[in-house]
């Protein structure tokens, strides 16, 4: 079984940055998985951040976060990453990181396509 442990979440002042990290373990492939962030704010549908493949040499974000946020990963440590930078209140959600995967990179923008989820990790940006 695959476990997916985020972290790094918190409150921060709007202009402010995070970085967010998601610990893998259970099963030695995981780190042959794509490595996805997702986010969702109350009242709102699950939105796709950003999303990397397994050898970090491709990436995909979404409209809201590009030029601001960016996705890596360690398969050493099995661990993905997401800094965030410049955040705003808009940014405020739990956010949530997945693995499954690379169905490219249309496919990476898709919930449906990751096996594993983490707990997710509230970030608050205050105006």
């Known amino acids: 079984q695959v476990q997916l442990v985020e972290s790094g979440g918190g409150l921060v002042q709007a202009g402010g940055s995070l970085r967010l990290s998601c610990a893998a373990s259970?099963?030695?492939?995981?780190?042959?998985?794509?490595m996805g962030w997702f986010r969702q704010a109350p009242g709102k549908e699950r939105e796709f951040v950003a999303a990397?493949?397994?050898?970090?040499?491709?990436?995909v974000y979404g409209d809201s976060v590009k030029g601001r946020f960016t996705i890596s990963r360690d398969n050493a440590k099995n661990t993905a990453y997401l800094q965030m930078n410049s955040l705003n209140p808009e940014d405020t959600a739990v956010y949530y990181c997945a693995a499954g995967p690379w169905y490219g990179s249309m496919g990476s923008k898709s919930a449906a396509r990751y096996d594993y989820w983490g707990q997710g990790t509230q970030v608050t940006v205050s105006s």
């Open positions: 259970g099963r030695s492939f995981i780190s042959t998985y794509a």
């Open positions: 990397v493949t397994w050898t970090g040499g491709t990436t």
